[in-house]
């Protein structure tokens, strides 16, 4: 396990310009950034979310994914406050639908996912159209790498940030409300907010976990 004492949270320190700092600087900021940030589930997560500027700064970030053959395959669904109980009828209908047995307590769980955190976007992937060359694969990975940028972004401005996925996303009353194109599909929600309650860094693998050199 890493030792080392926290770096200092890169929302923190003073932005300058890329051109105005040497190529080590911008490393270790990039450093900073990546290596202190973590997950904050939901259910961890409060009010205040991202203003308006702070929210398009934050979705900005996406635009910088690999994309090959410039597809822009994937897309983001802001749910805003006043969407949020049509969101919560979805989840509960989706339940519904897996199991009609559902209790009211289980429903009112399952509502209660669309009202968590103050910025909730929707993830949403196109895997086919016109160009047959860019398998469904890579636009998967070009949409997770928009992911993280969204997540880093979030981070730099001093939020807290997790992923959320289930059932649900493949559900026909989720997608009915998302009006997803039969080529698409849902990724995943992406919560944003305030951290009202820390949890401890977890410890991070070491490269030579999961980084092997191919021998001639």
């Known amino acids: 396990m890493d030792n080392r004492a926290p770096t200092a949270n890169p929302a923190d320190r003073p932005l300058a310009p890329l051109g105005a700092l040497r190529p080590a600087e911008v490393a270790e900021l990039a450093q900073a950034l990546i290596q202190t940030r973590q997950s904050t589930l939901p259910k961890r997560l409060a009010g205040p979310g991202p203003d308006a500027a702070q929210t398009q700064t934050i979705l900005a970030a996406a635009a910088s994914a690999p994309d090959h053959h410039e597809l822009l395959p994937w897309r983001f ?21 897996r199991y009609a047995a559902a209790t009211p307590e289980q429903q009112a769980q399952a509502r209660e996912k669309a009202f968590r955190a103050p910025l909730l976007l929707l993830a949403v992937v196109r895997l086919r159209d016109d160009d047959a060359e860019i398998e469904p694969h890579e636009r998967i990975v070009s949409a997770g790498c928009a992911l993280q940028n969204v997540l880093l972004m979030a981070h730099a401005l001093g939020f ?57």
């Open 160 to 216: 807290g940030g997790a992923l959320t996925s289930g059932k649900a996303l493949a559900s026909a009353p989720l997608r009915r409300l998302f009006d997803l194109h039969d080529d698409e599909q849902a990724l995943c929600f992406v919560n944003i907010g305030t951290v009202a309650k820390p949890k401890r860094a977890r410890a991070r693998p070491q490269a030579a976990q999961y980084v092997s050199v191919l021998q001639p």
């Open 77 to 97: 669904v802001v749910v805003p406050d006043g969407a949020r109980a049509a969101l919560a009828d979805a989840f509960a209908a989706a339940l519904l639908q």
